[in-house]
Structure formats: C-alpha cells, structure tokens
C-alpha cells in the first residue's frame, strides 16, 4: 500500500515508513517536494529542453560531472531525463529535477543514490544551473531532499567529492555535513585521471 504523506517544516511531506528501506520505498516516495520558492519533480522527456538549456549554459563548471563534458543536443537531453527517470521508476535511486515556483526555471538536478539498504544510507549528488548561482536556490532544493532521506528511514547520507572541487565540499557543508576524510586515489574523474575523494556526512540524528 502506498504510504501516506503530510506536510512537513521544509519538504512539504513526512512519510509514515517502518522501519525497512528498500527499492520499494524508492519507488513509493512523493514524486513532487515543495519548499519556499521551489517545485522538485521526478525527471521525465519533458524537462528535456530546460536540461538542455542548463547544462550547455553552465558547462565551464561542471569539470567534474562525468556527464558535462560536452554540450547537450536536444537529443542527449532526452537521452538523459529518460535514463534518470528509468533509474527512479526501477528504485535504484532518487532523483529530483528543482524549478523555480516564481519563474518556472530549471534551477538543477539532485539525486540520492548508491543506496546501502543494510544501514541505510545513500549519497547525494547535486548540479545546479550556474546563472541561478548565489541566491540560495540549490541549497534550498538540497536541504529539501536530505529532509526527504531521513524520512524515508535513511541514517547517513553522504557527499563524495573530488579534492579539487572546493566549491561542491563548501557546498555540502553548508547543508550540515560534516568532514570525516580523504580517500586518497579512489576514483577517477571525467578525464580518467586518478583523484583523492573528501568524505562528508550528516547522521539522522543531527
């Protein structure tokens, strides 16, 4: 049975989960959040054009987001929210497309993902449109899904960021995560050159 929603203080919603979390509980979570200024919506076809629009507009940041390395065609776009939005249906992970209520603009993309159901605990990730920068838009969009982590049953969520990306480290700090360590040469970034990680995490019960 689909669980049943009400407001809560940031996202809009406060879910009535027991105690297990699994792809279901993905798959059964509100497909639309609010918060102050902003709508958060499952992706689908139709937010091709506005990711389009997004991400070859903010492609001098995005040096570290394997998949902006190159403009979008209207093509790849639909690519993209087509394989995010199959990602969501299957429950393998949660990933919100944030536009302004005001304006209509496609503000950015968060997700949780890599899912430890045993915990549980999950990542999240986050891009946002650079010329929204500085007005607290993605802050508010992210503070809104990590809301939705922990009511969903989550414990951790956590943020792996390259070394290098002293902006997306700030960032998740200021969404109350905490640093916990360097994993040194632990992944590779879009270049395929091997890079040292930083650990941030908040608990649930911060």
Request: charged content about 25%.
């Amino acid at each position: 049975m689909r669980p049943h929603f009400r407001p809560s203080r940031r996202t809009g919603w406060s879910g009535a989960f027991g105690t297990r979390l699994d792809r279901r509980t993905l798959q059964t979570a509100p497909p639309r959040l609010a918060t102050a200024r902003l709508e958060l919506v499952w992706p689908s076809a139709d937010h091709a054009e506005a990711v389009c629009d997004s991400v070859n507009a903010s492609l001098g940041a995005l040096r570290f987001v394997k998949w902006g390395q190159h403009a979008f065609s209207a093509e790849d776009a639909r690519r993209f929210c087509d394989a995010d939005a199959a990602q969501v249906a299957e429950g393998r992970c949660l990933i919100y497309f944030a536009f302004e209520r005001a304006s209509g603009r496609f503000v950015g993309n968060l997700d949780l993902h890599t899912f430890d159901f045993a915990v549980p605990r999950c990542q999240i990730g986050y891009v946002g449109d650079v010329r929204l920068a500085g007005r607290g838009l993605m802050r508010e969009a992210a503070l809104g899904v990590i809301d939705l982590a922990f009511e969903l049953g989550v414990e951790r969520v956590e943020a792996w960021c390259d070394l290098r990306n002293a902006r997306s480290i700030h960032f998740a700090q200021t969404l109350g995560l905490h640093y916990e360590g360097l994993l040194r040469a632990s992944d590779r970034d879009p270049q395929g050159q091997l890079c040292d990680q930083v650990l941030l995490a908040r608990l649930r019960s911060e």
